[in-house]
């Protein structure tokens, strides 16, 4: 089968065929339509799972992706064969990712049926980016009357979490260049902060002097946290998905912060699967590439500049 390989650590992802992979007990092979891109795809490739996992190369890159069963390994009960299907794909430790004709996933694991609404190149960007925004505006507890600082909102997590934030009631201030600030509202915002325009605490304090509840961040490494975290009242909260709050530093200030680092779950993805086909949740696609341009897509996704998923045609 075809698929989206590095040879080593710091490699350039490369087409390779590859034998298909068979299905165990307890697993299915899916016949992969589309992959989603993450910032996870080229992070690996770097090597971010080097101390933790030992890794077979060629190594497939890719958590995200969408398609049909193709075979149930024995003991599957709860996925059918031709079931359209989408979730987190990735199997570093067998070398096997979503970039592939064909991927495999359990049973029990993190896949579940697609939204009935949705297409399959739609579908392969939700995994990764829209169970983040869930988990994460669960986990700051965003609750109604609450204002809410979205920071890396236009990319794919950010624009989850503000649709989810605004959903959950609270008033949602988005991070946008000039570009997206129309984008932003029409998904829930209730106000824009373009972070390219200087200082943030500054931007928000001049509308919110009393302060905000929970920043609810993607991008911001140590010091930035540090600095958007004044911003919070006391009983406040900070998420980040970059590891970058220190909750005991938080606590002394009254305030709570939690490095989140969770990972998608069929539970999880049937909950966006209902808030998808209710009209609730949105992901908008900002580029799809056929396959031979895998490698041009996570290259972009790199660069930055997110306007919201990359998904690649198998
Ligand atoms: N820990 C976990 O479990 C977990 C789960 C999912 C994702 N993540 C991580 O979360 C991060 C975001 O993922 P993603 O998929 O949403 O990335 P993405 O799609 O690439 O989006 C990033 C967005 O952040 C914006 N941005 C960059 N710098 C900014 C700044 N200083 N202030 C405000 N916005 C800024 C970018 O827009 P501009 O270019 O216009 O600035 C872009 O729209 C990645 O590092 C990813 O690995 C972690």
Request: aromatic content about 4%; glycine content about 12%; overall charge negative.
């Amino acid at each position: 089968m075809r698929a989206i390989a590095v040879s080593e650590y710091g490699a350039t992802p490369a087409p390779v065929n590859l034998p298909r992979p068979e299905p165990g007990p307890g697993e299915i092979l899916v016949k992969m339509i589309a992959a989603g891109v993450n910032p996870l795809d080229w992070k690996i490739a770097d090597g971010m799972l080097k101390d933790s996992l030992d890794v077979p190369f060629p190594l497939i890159l890719g958590q995200d992706g969408a398609g049909v069963v193709d075979e149930v390994g024995e003991g599957v009960t709860r996925l059918r064969h031709g079931e359209q299907v989408y979730g987190a794909f990735l199997q570093a430790e067998r070398g096997l990712g979503s970039y592939a004709e064909y991927a495999i996933a359990r049973d029990d694991g993190p896949v579940a049926k697609m939204p009935e609404g949705m297409i399959y190149t739609q579908a392969a960007a939700v995994p990764t980016a829209c169970t983040t925004a869930l988990a994460m505006v669960e986990e700051a507890r965003v609750d109604t009357g609450q204002t809410v600082l979205v920071v890396g909102a236009t990319g794919g997590v950010g624009q989850g979490l503000v649709q989810l934030a605004a959903r959950a009631g609270a008033k949602v201030l988005a991070t946008a260049r000039a570009d997206m600030a129309g984008t932003m509202r029409r998904l829930g915002a209730d106000e824009t902060v373009d972070h390219s325009k200087g200082d943030l605490n500054r931007q928000v304090l001049a509308v919110h002097s009393d302060g905000i509840d929970a920043v609810l961040d993607v991008v911001s490494d140590t010091p930035a946290a540090e600095h958007l975290a004044q911003l919070l009242r006391p009983g406040g909260t900070y998420v980040s998905t970059t590891w970058s709050v220190n909750p005991d530093a938080m606590e002394a200030r009254q305030l709570r912060g939690v490095n989140y680092d969770g990972e998608p779950s069929a539970a999880l993805l049937d909950r966006l699967s209902d808030l998808i086909d209710a009209g609730e949740l949105r992901v908008r696609v900002e580029r799809e590439v056929p396959f031979a341009e895998a490698a041009d897509a996570l290259a972009g996704n790199r660069a930055g500049g997110a306007r919201g998923k990359t998904v690649i045609r198998i």
